[in-house]
C-alpha cells in the first residue's frame, strides 16, 4: 500500500512540478490550477500505472521470484462463478443508485468550486472528463481491488483475521477518498460503504473479480449520471 501511494505521489509531484512552469506566474493559483485541470487526463493516468509498478516491484523484491507463481492466488486473483459476479453487479449497481437518489433528498449539492479536482474535471466536459470517465470504469476498479482487495486484505486477514481485514481495507478506503468527497457526506458514506462490499465479497467469494465488477458497476453509474445529467459525481 505505501509503494502503490509513493508512486503516485512521485507521480504527482512531478506534474505539480511542470504545471508550476508552465503557469503565468503573475495570475496567481487559479493559473496554476488551470495548468492541472489541462495535465490531469495524461497525470491521472500516469499516477495510476506508476502505483501499481511501484508496488509489484516492491511485492517481488520482499516476495522473491518464487512467489510470483503464487501471487495470484494470495492476492484472489481467477476464475469466479457466475452467481458472485451476478452479486457483484447487483452491488455495485444498487449502492450507486441509492446514492444518486438518495443523496439530493438528504443534502443539497456542494458547490463546484468547493469540489475536490477529481470532481472539477467531470463537470469540465472534454477530454478531462473523459479521462475520469476511462480512469474511473477502465483502469481504477482493476488496480483499486488489485491493491485494497487482494493484496491489503490478504495481508490483513493473515495477520489480524478476516473480520479485521474487512475492518482495515474499509477505512483505508475510505480515508484515501476523503479528499474528494469531504465537502459531500453522502458521498463519503457511499463510497465507504462500496469499500465495506466489495470487502465482505471478496471475504465470502475468495475472489476479486466479482469485487471488480462491483466497483465498475458503480462508478459507470456515476458516469452515466456525469454525461447524462452534466452533474459533478466521483467514481470510487
Known amino acids: 500500500m505505501g509503494a502503490y501511494l509513493a508512486g503516485q505521489l512521485l507521480a504527482w509531484l512531478v506534474i505539480a512540478i511542470v504545471a508550476v512552469l508552465r503557469a503565468d506566474q503573475e495570475a496567481g493559483p487559479q493559473a496554476f490550477q488551470q495548468e492541472i485541470i489541462r495535465l490531469f487526463p495524461a497525470g491521472l493516468l500516469i499516477a495510476i500505472v506508476a502505483g501499481t509498478v511501484s508496488a509489484l516491484v516492491l511485492y517481488r523484491w520482499k516476495a522473491g521470484r518464487s512467489a510470483i507463481a503464487t501471487a495470484g492466488e494470495e492476492l484472489g486473483w481467477g476464475p469466479s462463478r457466475p452467481r458472485d459476479l451476478v452479486i ?92 474528494e468527497a469531504w465537502v459531500y457526506w453522502p458521498a463519503a458514506v457511499s463510497i465507504t460503504v462500496l469499500g465495506m462490499a466489495t470487502a465482505i465479497i471478496r471475504d465470502r467469494t475468495g475472489r476479486i473479480l466479482p469485487c471488480i465488477v462491483a466497483h465498475c458497476a458503480y462508478n459507470s453509474m456515476l458516469v452515466l449520471t456525469a454525461y447524462g445529467i452534466g452533474i459533478p459525481v466521483r467514481p470510487g
Open 88 to 179: 457483484g453487479l447487483a452491488s455495485g449497481l444498487g449502492l450507486a443508485i441509492i446514492y444518486l437518489l438518495g443523496a439530493p433528498l438528504l443534502v443539497a449539492s456542494p458547490r463546484l468550486s468547493d469540489m475536490g479536482l477529481l470532481s472539477q474535471l467531470a463537470a469540465t466536459g472534454g477530454l478531462p472528463r473523459a479521462a475520469w470517465a476511462f480512469a474511473g470504469v477502465v483502469v481504477g476498479p482493476p488496480v483499486e481491488e488489485l491493491i485494497f482487495r487482494g493484496a491489503l486484505f490478504s495481508g490483513a486477514a493473515r495477520s489480524w483475521g478476516r473480520v479485521t481485514a474487512i475492518g482495515v481495507t474499509t477505512v483505508v478506503f475510505g480515508v484515501l477518498h476523503v479528499p
